[in-house]
């Protein structure tokens, strides 16, 4: 087994998780979402400190910053724009949410107590232009996230690997923290790819503190789809490895 | 049916000074014991940075120690990766014209593009990009080996007219192969007259329509070297031991452990979505493979674990669906004492080579004199 695990401070992470109601939410369908995409390698070593233990780095760790528009959902329109640390759970790429910032306080609530996601109150913009696509994130009057798609080209959405994400919550029932995988369900009907560029990043706002360090732009993608926010098949002890902390609770 | 060896180079961590040149010893001592028990061959991959995974950025100066150290195995330099930021194609040409020589024309080159971000982008490559330079480089080669003066003006790169030397000993030249992981790419190999170097499984059924469809294109095909390839390898792991449950334990902590490090790595497709990767590759394709629940015995469909007996009959599908060569991984982060690696070579040379045709007619024999 690798030895290169994550080394995030639970205890200190702990303080501002949300709690998760149960594990048996419905899934949400969530016709039309644009899903304006960026990944970029970020150096390494600082980087473990923001995956639990749970997870194995990927090599070489990259983050993605994602900015999602929902036009429609059943608590209303909402846009929700966050930061993930790509890692592994056993031999599964997974994305580990440091924060996420949505501007509907209906679809915060809902999100956190059926998915764990770790989202609080900002605002969250994405701008069309011919040659670029924008996502603009702030709270409390202040920007915390500029990225943008230069070069808009079409590509096949089934070019597209989105791969899932794992949020640390408190597990309403025992109180206990549990890492939520979300594993969305997409059906693309439009697909750009560009080249990628994080224009301001706020690392505090997201948690990151000095731990996150922008190295090798990879790529940026923009897609209209479809997506299902599905059941919780999976969670894990945040304090195990995953091939030993992970539990199935729905199939 | 023959059989040789696949090294990937794993080496685990912490990395002292001797952890390296460890491992690095302990393949040679296995391939000059293959060697004498009638393996056909030993292949490198040409990996970068896969940290733990693969320690083999330099398979030509391996398998250059390899020919010095065997009589009769022959030498597979693949994958080269065929994308000009990792090897100039002149480059190509002339180190594997040298090792042809050095190996007195044991010499077999793997052609391929990589199909990790960790990779590609190290060398700032572009994924789009490489299925194109791999073509050029392909169609290049054995014009480079066989010309006695080239020049070429191409899309990915060019040079004026000069002579490359020295030539390769093999006349034409040394067979090509191509990497096999992607679906269709075993068209590509065909529709050039190279060899199918399979890296992945999928299934007997799936493989037999694959081996169909590879020989049928083959025939008709515009090679782009001199002689055409016609053959089928394929890889796989070998864990064998005289008790089955002993055979199947070691052989799944085997692939299991390589399977797990191929998983920390980061596949282009993952990374930077481009048709020019419409599969993760080698990676997780083995990895299904190889740890799915198995049979009763716990065994994986189609992986050399087991007892003799057991292997005979996985090696005989293989056979049976038109493989011409299988090559093993023998270990992943040394999860496998080396001693038990040499007993498993010794006991495959012994009771499982013999019930092949073209198999060294000598395996058995030799795997018993020692």
Redesign the interface.
């Known amino acids: 087994?690798?030895?290169?695990f994550g080394k995030l401070d639970l205890a200190a992470w702990a303080k501002s998780v949300p709690t998760i109601k149960g594990y048996k939410t419905e899934p949400w369908l969530l016709k039309g979402a644009k899903i304006l995409t960026i990944?970029m390698?970020i150096d390494d070593d600082p980087a473990d400190f923001l995956l639990p233990a749970t997870m194995?780095?990927?090599?070489?760790e990259?983050a993605i910053f994602c900015v999602t528009n929902y036009p429609d959902s059943p608590v209303g329109a909402f846009s929700i724009g966050e930061v993930r640390i790509?890692g592994?759970t056993?031999?599964?790429?997974r994305g580990f949410v440091l924060r996420s910032f949505c501007d509907n306080e209906d679809a915060r609530r809902e999100l956190a107590a059926r998915w764990g996601y770790p989202t609080v109150a900002g605002d969250v913009k994405i701008e069309l232009r011919h040659d670029r696509v924008v996502a603009l994130v702030g709270a409390g009057g202040k920007r915390v996230l500029e990225c943008e798609l230069l070069d808009r080209d079409m590509?096949?959405g089934?070019?597209?690997?989105y791969?899932a994400s794992m949020h640390l919550a408190r597990n309403e029932d025992d109180g206990k923290l549990v890492l939520v995988q979300v594993d969305p369900d997409f059906t693309f009907s439009k697909?750009e790819?560009g080249k990628p560029r994080i224009i301001l990043l706020d690392n505090d706002a997201f948690g990151a503190g000095d731990h996150l360090r922008l190295a090798?732009p990879?790529?940026a993608?923009f897609t209209t789809a479809d997506v299902t926010l599905p059941k919780i098949r999976y969670i894990c002890n945040p304090e195990l490895p995953a091939m030993q902390g992970t539990t199935k609770v729905a199939a | 049916m023959k059989f040789g060896l696949f090294y990937e180079i794993s080496v685990p961590r912490p990395w002292g000074r001797e952890t390296e040149k460890t491992v690095y010893d302990n393949c040679l001592e296995q391939v000059a014991l293959a060697d004498s028990l009638g393996f056909d061959s030993v292949w490198a991959v040409e990996h970068h940075f896969l940290e733990e995974y693969s320690h083999c950025s330099a398979p030509e100066l391996f398998l250059t120690a390899c020919a010095m150290k065997t009589k009769k195995m022959r030498v597979g330099h693949g994958i080269v990766v065929c994308v000009p930021e990792f090897n100039h194609p002149i480059k190509i040409a002339e180190r594997t014209a040298v090792l042809d020589i050095l190996s007195g024309g044991r010499l077999d080159v793997g052609t391929g593009r990589s199909a990790t971000w960790t990779e590609l982008a190290g060398f700032r490559a572009s994924p789009d990009e490489t299925k194109k330079t791999w073509d050029e480089f392909v169609h290049c080669l054995p014009k480079m080996w066989t010309q006695e003066r080239f020049s070429y003006q191409g899309r990915s790169w060019s040079m004026p007219q000069r002579t490359i030397v020295p030539k390769p000993y093999q006349k034409p030249h040394p067979p090509l192969w191509v990497a096999v992981t992607s679906p269709g790419t075993e068209i590509d190999a065909a529709e050039r007259g190279m060899g199918s170097l399979g890296l992945t499984f999928g299934g007997f059924a799936e493989q037999e329509e694959k081996v169909k469809r590879y020989r049928k294109i083959i025939r008709n095909c515009t090679p782009v070297g001199e002689v055409v390839n016609e053959a089928v390898s394929t890889v796989n792991f070998l864990y064998c031991h005289e008790d089955d449950a002993e055979g199947i334990k070691v052989g799944r902590r085997l692939t299991g452990t390589f399977n797990y490090l191929a998983a920390q790595l980061l596949a282009a497709r993952e990374a930077y979505p481009s048709k020019s990767y419409p599969s993760l590759g080698l990676l997780p394709s083995l990895r299904q493979e190889a740890s799915g629940p198995g049979d009763a015995a716990g065994a994986p469909e189609g992986i050399a674990m087991g007892n003799p007996a057991r292997i005979v009959r996985e090696m005989k599908k293989w056979e049976a669906v038109g493989v011409d060569r299988v090559n093993f991984l023998l270990n992943a982060l040394e999860t496998v004492p080396q001693q038990k690696v040499l007993d498993s070579l010794r006991l495959f040379a012994k009771e499982v080579m013999p019930h092949f045709q073209g198999a060294s007619d000598s395996a058995s024999a030799a795997a018993g004199g020692r």
């Open positions: 087994m690798p030895p290169r990944n390698e194995h780095p990927s090599i070489p990259y790509s592994r056993g031999v599964r790429p590509i096949s089934g070019d597209i690997q791969i697909a790819r090798n990879i790529s993608t």
